[in-house]
C-alpha cells in the first residue's frame, strides 16, 4: 500500500539535541517503508503524482505523527488473566494464584488472551510489543493475523522445559512465514531456572543466533535469594553464566547497584522498565536516571494486564517520568522528551532493530501512528511534547499503521472485531475459573 500523510506535525524521534523536534509537513509510505518525510508540500505532491493510481491520503490536520509505541515486556495473553489477583506480593501472586490458572491454559486460552491484548495495545498505538509466555506460537499467530509486530520469547521454566522444547520449535518453523513477528529466547528468572536450563537457553540463543528476554532484579527477595544461594546479584549470576554474551533485554532492574549497572552497561544489556507494575506490586523504584547517566540503553513495558493491570503505553510514560522524579526528588529528571525516546527510538535499540523502527525516517519500516490533538485536555497547544507525555491518553490515537498496512482507522479495528474478541476472552475466563 502507498500513503501519504500530509498536514500533521510530523515528530520523527530524530531531531538533533536542542533543535526543534517536530515541524508542520508531511510522508510518504511506498509498501512497507518510509519513502519520505518533509515540510514541503510539494513532495507531497511529487508523491501523489507518482502514486496517483494507488495511494490513499490521510489529512493530518490537527494531529501528530509519530512512530508507534515499542511495549519492550508484557505477558500478552495475561489480558485473560486481568482482575483475577490483585493486591498481593508478587511471590504470591505468581505461585497462588497466577501459575495454578495457567496450569489450565493451552493454545487456544493463549491465542485468545493474546487477542485481547494486542487489540487492547493496537487502539493505544503500540505497533510493536515483546513478549514472553508458554504458547508463545499462539502469540505469534495471533500478532500475525491482527498486523501488529511481535518479538514472541518462548520461555524456559524449570517445571515446562518439555512444553519449552516444542514451543520454540514451533515458533522457529513459523518465523519465515510472517513479515512482523520475530523471536527472542525467554529465559524466565533466575529462580525459576536452574544452571543447566539456563545453559540451555543461551546454547540455543547463540544457535539461532537470537537475543535473550530475561526477567531480572525484579524484588528485594530475589535480590537477597541469589547473593545467598550464590554469592552474587542475579547481575552478576547472568553475567557469568554467559547470558549477556547475546544480545540481551532485561525487564524490570528493580534492584541494582553500581555494580551491576556497570555491568548492564558494559555489556549493552538493555532495560525494560515497568514502572507501573513495579509499583502495583510493590517490588520498588528501579534507578532508571542512574541506567541512562550510565549509558544503558533503557526503554518501557507495560508487564502482563494481570499485574498493571493494562497495556495503555502513554500511562507507561508519563509515569516513568513523574516517578523518576519523586525517587530523586528532581523535577529535570527524566524529561517528556526523554519519555518519548523511551517508549520509541530506544525500544528500537532494545530489540535491535535501532533505525529500522522507532523513528520517521526514509528506508524506515512504516510502523506510525496519528494522534489527535483536537481534545480539552490537550488544550491550548503550547508544548507538543509535555502534552503527549504529561496529557494524552490511549484513546487520542486515531489512526495506526504496522509495516505499511493501516491497521486502526479513526478508532476501529480493522483487522479484529472488536466484540467478538472481548467476548470470546470473556467465555475462556469464566470456564477457566470454574474448572
Not at 102 to 118: N, P, S, T
Not at 170 to 175: A, C, D, H, Y
Not at 344 to 356: D, F, L, Q, S
Request: a negative charge; proline letters at 4%.
Amino acid at each position: 500500500m502507498n500513503i501519504l500523510i500530509k498536514n500533521g506535525i510530523i515528530l520523527p524521534m530524530n531531531a538533533p539535541k536542542g533543535e526543534q523536534p517536530y515541524f508542520c509537513g508531511c510522508l510518504g509510505v511506498e509498501n512497507n517503508k518510509i519513502a519520505f518525510v518533509s515540510s514541503s508540500s510539494q513532495e507531497a505532491d511529487k508523491f501523489l503524482a507518482l502514486h496517483k493510481d494507488d495511494c490513499t491520503v490521510i489529512d493530518a490536520a490537527g494531529k501528530v505523527v509519530m512512530p508507534g509505541l515499542i511495549n519492550t515486556h508484557t505477558h500478552v495473553a495475561m489480558a485473560l488473566l486481568r482482575g483475577i489477583s490483585d493486591d498481593v506480593p508478587l511471590m504470591e501472586w505468581l505461585q497462588e494464584h497466577i501459575w495454578p490458572i495457567e496450569g489450565k491454559m493451552g493454545y487456544q486460552e493463549v491465542f485468545d488472551g493474546a487477542r485481547l491484548g494486542i487489540l487492547e495495545m493496537l487502539m493505544g498505538g503500540t505497533t510493536t510489543f515483546v513478549d514472553m509466555y508458554p504458547y508463545e506460537e499462539a502469540v505469534a499467530h495471533a500478532a500475525d493475523l491482527a498486523g501488529i509486530r511481535a518479538v514472541v520469547s518462548p520461555c524456559p521454566m524449570d517445571f515446562r522445559m518439555e512444553h519449552f522444547e516444542t514451543d520454540w520449535r514451533k515458533v522457529n518453523e513459523f518465523i519465515p512465514q510472517s513479515q512482523v513477528v520475530t523471536m527472542m529466547m525467554g529465559p524466565h528468572a533466575i529462580y525459576t531456572l536452574s544452571d543447566k536450563n539456563l545453559e540451555r537457553s543461551i546454547s540455543l540463543s547463540h544457535e539461532l543466533g537470537v537475543g535473550s528476554h530475561v526477567h531480572l532484579a525484579e524484588t528485594e527477595t530475589e535480590d537477597r535469594d541469589a547473593r545467598a544461594k550464590y554469592g552474587m546479584s542475579p547481575t552478576e549470576y547472568f553475567q557469568k553464566a554467559g547470558l549477556f554474551g547475546t544480545h540481551t533485554l532485561a525487564a524490570h532492574c528493580v534492584m541494582v547497584d553500581d555494580r551491576d549497572i556497570e555491568i548492564l552497561a558494559a555489556n549493552k544489556v538493555s532495560v525494560a522498565h515497568n514502572p507501573q507494575s513495579n509499583m502495583k506490586l510493590a517490588s520498588g523504584i528501579a534507578p532508571v536516571k542512574k541506567m541512562l547517566d550510565a549509558g544503558v540503553n533503557v526503554s518501557l513495558g507495560t508487564d502482563g494486564a494481570s499485574s498493571n493491570n493494562d497495556l495503555d503505553m502513554w500511562e507507561e510514560m508519563r509515569t516513568a517520568s513523574l516517578l523518576q522524579k519523586v525517587a530523586t526528588m528532581n523535577p529535570c529528571a527524566i524529561p517528556a522528551y526523554t519519555a518519548l525516546e523511551m517508549a520509541t527510538v530506544n525500544g528500537a535499540k532494545a530489540i535491535g532493530r535501532e533505525g529500522e523502527l522507532g523513528i520517521l525516517t526514509p528506508g524506515a519500516f512504516a510502523d506510525i501512528i496519528l494522534v489527535d490533538l483536537e481534545k480539552a485536555h490537550l488544550y491550548p497547544h503550547t508544548n507538543i511534547i509535555s502534552e503527549l507525555v504529561y496529557s494524552a491518553h490511549a484513546q487520542d490515537v486515531e489512526t495506526v499503521i504496522v509495516n505499511g498496512r493501516i491497521v486502526v482507522e479513526n478508532r476501529k479495528c480493522l483487522t479484529m472485531n472488536a466484540q467478538e474478541v472481548c467476548s470470546t476472552a470473556q467465555k475462556h475466563i469464566d470456564e477457566l475459573l470454574n474448572k
